[in-house]
């Protein structure tokens, strides 16, 4: 079945630092969403790409799908202590032209914040 | 405030009990999903509910049912709990057209 994998599984970083977190599929995606959830709370949904290729910014945070719908990433410029959390990306489980009729989480990165 | 809503926020079950968590939304979404959270495996899907009227299992559907009583509500029961269904569980929901998943804030389960 469809695997979703998340590198790293931990990131610590002193604030100020750059972060990025990789997402990988087994399978060809019709699109990704990511999500951030801070300790103790629920996953927030950030974004959704759907084009070959595409980036998307909000502000210091920039996600991109690659090439072949197979990956993508989330890098974070000049962390603050507000970005603490963990971040998952999501697949749809399959493809659908309806929408995301099923999700397939990645195993999701926890990024911790050195003040 | 709109959004989802789930009932209870924990719970402590004792082996062999039964117990129904709620689950309820108020955005007229079409879909709605539970999902397990255990650490470092990420959330699984347990169930989903495409529409009012249909369910369907997701990863990890044994042990529990669900029942999608109307377009607002999806219930996720278990029958008999095992230590192994230990978890903090999500309910979800969203429509065809916005992609993205609401969240509720989770029910915190714990089997003794």
């Known amino acids: 079945g469809q695997q979703v994998m998340q590198i790293p599984q931990y990131q610590h970083v002193q604030e100020g630092e750059d972060f990025t977190t990789y997402c990988n599929s087994s399978t060809t995606l019709s699109n990704i969403q990511w999500y951030k959830q801070r300790p103790g709370g629920h996953p927030v949904f950030l974004i959704q790409?759907?084009?070959?290729?595409e980036v998307k910014k909000q502000k210091r945070l920039t996600f991109q799908f690659g090439e072949a719908k197979k990956n993508s990433s989330l890098h974070i410029t000049a962390t603050q202590t507000t970005d603490v959390g963990t971040y998952f990306c999501?697949?749809?489980?399959?493809?659908?032209?309806?929408?995301?009729?099923?999700?397939?989480f990645g195993t999701g990165t926890r990024l911790t914040i050195i003040p | 405030n709109a959004g989802v809503t789930q009932t209870p926020k924990f719970q402590v079950l004792k082996t062999g009990q039964s117990m129904t968590l709620q689950c309820a939304q108020d955005?007229?979404?079409?879909?709605m999903y539970w999902y397990r959270q255990d650490p470092g495996m990420g959330l699984r899907l347990i169930y989903y509910s495409a529409s009012e009227g249909t369910t369907d299992k997701g990863e990890v559907p044994n042990g529990y049912n669900v029942s999608r009583l109307n377009k607002r509500e999806f219930s996720l029961r278990l029958e008999s709990a095992a230590p192994s269904q230990t978890s903090v569980y999500f309910c979800a929901s969203t429509t065809r057209t916005n992609y993205g998943y609401t969240f509720g804030s989770g029910t915190r389960l714990t089997v003794v």
């Open positions: 790409l759907v084009k070959s290729g």
């Open positions: 955005m007229n979404h079409n879909s």
């Open positions: 999501a697949g749809p489980r399959t493809i659908s032209n309806f929408g995301n009729e099923k999700l397939t």
